[in-house]
């Protein structure tokens, strides 16, 4: 009881989003009158609360419990160990010789030009965790997500900070398809040592992109394979980027595979609407456009997913501004986000509720019942994590359709997920619902 009243202390304090991705994962282990223990997901998690939050869950917990209660940091598999301190920048002693090999930076392309929400705040600080040398995430960071999520602005964002903030680092940029290339020009020209010495011997850290591209080329998985193994072996810092998590990925050897994914891996998600906003907001600027609220809020409500369609937009609506002299009307927005989306959709979870109700055969209102049989309870739960994937709606508005807290919601979406992973009958059932809203 004591833990859900600090919950919900925080959850009004540090607000929805920040609540759901840092402090709802936390399991409260032990609660005593002079010490809270509490267990977090991974080293990662826990030393991003201990550096931002902690001092916020202990002036909350000292405030509730008026006392002197004292809060610890562990992680779930040991729920022992204290916090870990923040270790020294990845600094250099000596000056390099030989200098970053960095190709085609995107100018813009930065952090601060990088919008934040749930979706790639993991992602995000995950990176700087890296610059900075924080060991917490480990020396390979693994970032997977489908097209136009950031995983290139991110990666070009840590290049442009390490060259401007520890420019004595070598950094070493490519894509794993030139890695490949450069390699077998290596091996033509009989120059392999060099290849080798370059990587192994040159680089301080290295940023591979679009690593998915090496599935069924043998030899270059070797390769990265040892090389990945003597950088991390040797305390040097990786970065990995991929459309699918180590797992996920098709004709990748297994040591290659799970060397990858020694370190953190961390999906970047869709961005959500308050970010999409904010992303709508930033290029419009960077484009020169001047968009009134009702434009941004329409343009970010209506193009969803892959970000670079919401750059197409803005691209298209500065042409025909320009056109039309200058001004930005509705209808000129309309006519863009239809040419990228197609006529907009009216998907609501309560809509979601009766297709479920339809689909399983159970009434809708058994869905918005308190039974707990199973029949009812996984489309309910189904019907959640839809309602959570296929619509905008918030936790707690998603968990009033069915008469449930936010917090159901959230089991429900971690459930269904979980079994989309591991099941396959319930994955292929969840694409055919899938493709039905997307129908809608
Ligand atoms: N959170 C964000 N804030 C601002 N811009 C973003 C954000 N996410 C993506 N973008 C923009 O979307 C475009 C596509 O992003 P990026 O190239 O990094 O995607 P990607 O995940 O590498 O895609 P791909 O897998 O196709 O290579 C870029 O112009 C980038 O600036």
């Not at 197409?312 to 056109?323: I, P």
Request: charged residues 25%; proline residues 2%; neutral net charge.
């Amino acid at each position: 009881m004591a833990w859900e009243q600090v919950q919900k202390a925080l959850k009004d304090h540090l607000g929805d989003s920040i609540y759901n991705l840092w402090i709802d994962p936390l399991e409260c282990v032990s609660y005593r009158a002079d010490e809270v223990r509490l267990a977090c997901p991974d080293r990662f998690y826990r030393a991003h609360l201990d550096r931002n939050h902690l001092a916020t869950v202990q002036q909350i917990v000292t405030e509730l419990s008026g006392n002197d209660c004292k809060v610890i940091l562990c992680d779930k598999e040991t729920a022992i160990l204290p916090a870990a301190q923040p270790k020294g920048q990845l600094r250099l002693p000596h000056i390099p010789e030989r200098k970053s090999v960095v190709r085609a930076l995107h100018p813009r392309y930065t952090f601060d030009a990088f919008m934040l929400g749930e979706s790639n705040l993991l992602a995000q600080s995950a990176c700087k965790s890296m610059i900075n040398g924080d060991d917490t995430v480990g020396s390979c960071l693994y970032i997977n997500s489908s097209t136009g999520l950031g995983k290139s602005h991110l990666t070009h964002a840590v290049a442009h900070a390490l060259l401007a903030d520890s420019p004595q680092t070598r950094l070493r940029y490519v894509t794993a398809q030139q890695f490949a290339s450069e390699m077998v020009r290596s091996i033509q020209s009989r120059s392999m040592d060099t290849f080798k010495s370059v990587y192994h011997d040159h680089c301080d850290f290295l940023l591979v992109e679009d690593i998915h591209s090496l599935q069924g080329k043998k030899k270059t998985q070797e390769e990265m394979n040892e090389l990945l193994d003597a950088l991390i072996k040797s305390g040097k810092r990786v970065i990995l980027t991929a459309n699918n998590a180590p797992r996920d990925l098709k004709g990748i050897d297994n040591e290659f595979r799970s060397r990858m994914g020694a370190g953190l891996v961390t999906t970047i998600q869709a961005p959500d609407l308050a970010t999409r906003y904010r992303i709508v907001e930033h290029k419009a600027v960077q484009s020169g456009l001047n968009l009134e609220e009702d434009v941004i809020s329409y343009i970010s409500q209506q193009i969803q997913g892959d970000v670079r369609r919401i750059e197409s937009a803005l691209l298209s609506l500065s042409a025909k501004a320009t056109l039309a002299g200058g001004a930005v009307e509705m209808d000129m927005v309309r006519d863009v986000v239809a040419e990228i989306v197609g006529l907009s959709t009216n998907l609501t979870t309560t809509l979601i509720g009766e297709i479920i109700s339809r689909e399983f055969n159970v009434s809708y209102k058994d869905l918005q019942s308190r039974s707990r049989k199973k029949v009812i309870s996984f489309p309910r739960q189904v019907a959640m994590y839809l309602g959570r994937k296929h619509t905008e709606e918030s936790l707690g508005e998603i968990g009033k359709v069915f008469n449930r807290n936010h917090a159901t919601v959230l089991h429900a979406v971690k459930v269904v997920s979980e079994l989309c992973r591991c099941d396959t009958s319930v994955r292929r059932q969840m694409e055919i619902l899938d493709r039905k809203m997307a129908e809608m």
